[in-house]
Nanobody, 123 residues
Framework: VQLQASGGGLVQAGGSLRLSCAASGRTFSSYGMGWFRQAPGKEREFVAHISWGGANTDYADSVKGRFAISRDNAKNTVYLQMNNLKPEDTAVYYC?????????????????WGRGTLVTVSS
């Protein structure tokens, strides 16, 4: 699976962005999909996960109620809608694919990673 994230940019605090992650290669619908982020000097952290069929989602506490993950298996794409953005959301955002649903909050669970897209939130 090859993944390409897009949609990052510069936005003011309180604004919104929608990230997309386009997949190609093996059957996209067989994989759970996650979004992670990494700020300068910090470890990569879990943001959100969606199950292969889209029925189950989960979020980090820091983004719950502000971010929404979704997927369109017909388009081989997963999305991350980010609302009410805060300066602390500034990071490079990565999408990733995992063949298993267990341990989805851990980066080590994921087999495939996109190259990341930068989100910068100004105060």
């Amino acid at each position: 699976v090859q993944l390409q994230a897009s949609g990052g940019g510069l936005v003011q605090a309180g604004g919104s962005l929608r990230l997309s992650c386009a997949a190609s290669g093996r059957t996209f619908s067989s994989y759970g999909m996650g979004w992670f982020r990494q700020a300068p000097g910090k470890e990569r952290e879990f943001v959100a996960h969606i199950s292969w069929g889209g029925a189950n989602t989960d979020y980090a506490d820091s983004v719950k109620g502000r971010f929404a993950i979704s997927r369109d298996n017909a388009k081989n794409t997963v999305y991350l809608q980010m609302n009410n953005l805060k300066p602390e959301d500034t990071a490079v955002y990565y999408c990733a694919a995992a063949p298993t649903i267990s341990g989805y909050r851990s980066p080590g669970t994921y087999s495939y990673w996109g190259r990341g897209t930068l989100v910068t939130v100004s105060s």
